[in-house]
């Protein structure tokens, strides 16, 4: 087991209390005194020795009235008191083993988290960390857990890591438990009588500082409503549930003067801004809200009136007094103090304002008047507390040389250390998750500590952006680029996320932004006309590659068409030859017809004369013919009768067109050697004439 090893003890006092083997804080408690004595083998102590036993082991510093209540109460069994002295059976470290292991596992688990951490801060530093820096990284990180202010180091790194480990369940988980631990572990702390838990019994009187009055409404962003709202819900459960003797609240919720005259300042300052009298900081995100939707001036006039309207309804009062501060016996506004003050931050290299600083103590002293100087009390008994998350208004407010006693209470507290005091107090417990308040998660804390940075550092980069443009060393053009480029930061919790924390980080190590932000518009103005002409010639080759697609598509149409016309004309001439083949066939079948007709009407025509001179050329005919004598001549009658009306009776008894086309047909063969092949092409041309079409594709 290691010393200084609070943020795991812690962790496991967490888990020990959300485990159903333990009934209470105390028997915790107890399970580790008992691994003290016998990590130790210390069995007789004194309250004291114990004390220095738990701070050594475990980092505990506990209360000795809590220890001796828990040995009296707890460990009775095994604790006999002789004296001042605590002797324990040797039986106490029976278990002894199983505590030492939960304790060595979450050691375990904290030292990966706190190797990630300094693996995360040399990537961006870039260099590594020697054994002293990371001791640094280790007690700045247990400040960020325990809320012990900002380190001036590592806040911005720490917060980055574990933003960026936002959506590791088992990372946040580990850490919330830590968180957790240290809420019991400070309140153990800072309780008199923790078997008095589970509600509060006293009046206290709660100064909201003017963030606080914003984030009430809403005017800082969505996280710090929620925050705000937690907070009050937890006010309005104690006064709901205890009254005073007077049957009053016991909880009040007040401003001061001082943060009425800020927040007027404020909405006067917007109606300037409206007017066009001032310019709007981008960092300042409730004056952006305040402006959201307020057409003119009387709008900001009326969301005044309405917010101090609102405060009043939430039970936020106006505190007023009537002493006079300079005159008051707890005064603690002095000139030799505030130069003392200015001298601390010197030597720390911390802002000092001299105006604000007098404006804070003046606050604290009308918190000591109300206390009526009485600040070394425990927090519950301390009646009158004033809560702001200004880092400045907290460090003095934690500065001994103005709180007089070093464990006297604060001034100035900030709205986690109440809902922690609260929540302890009430003994809420935290195994349902759903209903922690906001600020238990590691995470918010981060981004609003992030955000914090951002704003300031937006703020300053403002201010320097205003100088510059009076001096005119930035036109107006230039200006507005710049306030847009402001604008866009992410200037509240809820804006960040673990997708833009490296470029938050940038911003915040920029100290040269504006020069950066002219350098980078000049880089990306050339990159984009690099890109312009990269781009045209990139157009002019697609359109080169274009048109010659274009052209081959259209050869290659071209050419579709004309191997479907080739093609179509060759189904074409297919066709008309089948078709002259057809129409031939016909044709010659009926000039054949004709022919033979023709032939046979030449016969009968010619038969008479044949007949006659084959009676007088053949012999035996010719002497039948003389051995007739005169009846010879009725035979020469009768042909030349039947001659006479052939010739003269033909058109009457012959078909005239076949005879003719008989002639025609006989003449053309006889004449043309080609007449088939000539009357085939006719006919193909015929065809082609009626069914084709040459210039184009046919249909």
């Known amino acids: 087991m290691k010393n200084n090893n609070l943020l795991a003890s812690v962790a496991l006092f967490s888990e020990l209390y959300n485990s159903e083997t333990y009934k ?20 007789s102590v004194n309250s004291t020795e114990l004390k220095d036993l738990l701070k050594k082991i475990y980092g505990f510093v506990i209360p000795e009235s809590v220890l001796r209540t828990t040995l009296k109460n707890r460990l009775k069994d095994i604790v006999t008191k002789e004296y001042d002295y605590y002797h324990f059976d040797h039986s106490v470290g029976d278990k002894y083993n199983d505590f030492k292991s939960n304790v060595e596992v979450i050691t375990g688990k904290q030292n990966t988290i706190l190797n990630e951490l300094c693996n995360y801060i040399e990537t961006k530093k870039k260099k590594e960390l020697s054994i002293t820096e990371k001791e640094s990284v280790f007690e700045n990180f247990s400040h960020f857990l325990m809320d012990n202010g900002y380190s001036d180091n590592y806040s911005e790194l720490i917060s980055a890591f574990v933003i960026s480990k936002e959506a590791d369940l088992v990372f946040k988980e580990e850490l919330n438990s830590v968180k957790e631990g240290l809420i019991l572990y400070q309140g153990i702390n800072y309780t008199s009588d923790i078997n008095q838990l589970g509600s509060w019994n006293d009046e206290l009187t709660i100064y909201l500082s003017t963030e606080h009055l914003f984030n009430c409404l809403g005017y800082n962003g969505t996280i710090f409503k929620e925050i705000f709202d937690d907070f009050l819900k937890l006010v309005n459960e104690i006064n709901r549930n205890n009254k005073n003797q007077n049957d009053k609240k016991l909880i009040e919720l007040k401003y001061l003067d001082e943060t009425k005259d800020e927040i007027d300042h404020f909405f006067t300052s917007a109606e300037s801004i409206k007017k066009g009298l001032k310019k709007l900081d981008p960092s300042k995100l409730a004056m952006i809200n305040i402006l959201f939707g307020c057409e003119d001036v009387s709008d900001i006039k009326a969301k005044q009136v309405n917010f101090y309207l609102e405060l009043k309804r939430k039970g936020i009062k106006f505190q007023e007094y009537s002493f006079d501060i300079e005159k008051s016996q707890f005064n603690i506004v002095d000139t030799d103090l505030i130069e003392e003050l200015r001298k601390l931050s010197e030597e720390k290299k911390k802002p000092f304002n001299e105006e604000y600083c007098t404006l804070c103590l003046r606050i604290f002293t009308k918190i000591n008047t109300f206390r009526r100087g009485k600040n070394n009390v425990p927090f519950e ?20 040389i103005v709180k007089f006693g070093e464990n006297d209470i604060a001034f100035a507290k900030d709205i986690d250390y109440v809902i922690t005091k609260f929540w302890f107090k009430l003994k809420k417990g ?18 609003i500590i992030i955000a914090s940075h951002l704003n300031s550092s937006i703020s300053k980069s403002y201010d320097t952006l205003q100088s510059k443009y009076k001096k005119g060393e930035l036109t107006d053009e230039q200006a507005i680029e710049l306030s847009h480029a402001y604008k866009e930061k992410p200037n509240s919790p809820e804006l960040i996320t673990s997708e833009n924390i490296d470029s938050s980080l940038d911003f915040l190590d920029d100290e040269g932004f504006i020069e950066d932000f002219f350098r980078e518009k000049t880089r990306k103005e050339t990159e984009f006309q690099e890109t312009l002409k990269e781009k045209e010639s990139l157009e002019k080759e697609l359109n080169y590659y274009k048109q010659k697609e274009l052209e081959e598509k259209a050869r290659l149409k071209e050419k579709e068409n004309e191997d479907k016309k080739q093609k179509l004309q060759r189904e ?32 009968l025509t010619s038969l008479p004369i044949g007949f006659g001179l084959f009676l007088k050329l053949y012999p035996p005919l010719n002497a039948w013919l003389d051995s007739i004598g005169n009846y010879q001549i009725l035979i020469w009658i009768v042909l030349t009768i039947i001659f006479v009306s052939e010739i003269f009776g033909r058109s009457y008894i012959f078909d005239k067109v076949k005879v003719k086309n008989g002639c025609v047909y006989f003449i053309n063969v006889f004449r043309l050697k080609s007449y088939k092949a000539l009357k085939l092409n006719e006919l193909k041309d015929r065809y082609i004439e009626r069914n084709g079409c040459t210039e184009k594709p046919c249909p």
């Open 381 to 400: 008994k301390i009646q009158h507390i004033y809560i702001t998350e200004n880092n400045f208004a907290k460090y003095l407010g934690h500065n001994n």
């Open 24 to 43: 209470s804080i105390p028997d915790i408690l107890a399970e580790f005194i008992k691994g003290a004595i016998v990590y130790e083998q210390k069995y």
């Open 430 to 447: 935290f195994n349902d998750k759903s209903t922690l308040p906001k600020t238990f998660d590691v995470v918010t804390k981060a981004k």
């Open 572 to 603: 074409l001439e297919q066709k008309s030859f089948e078709y002259a083949q057809s129409e031939w066939t016909s044709i010659r079948k009926r000039n054949n017809s004709s022919l033979w007709y023709m032939i046979f009407t030449l016969f």
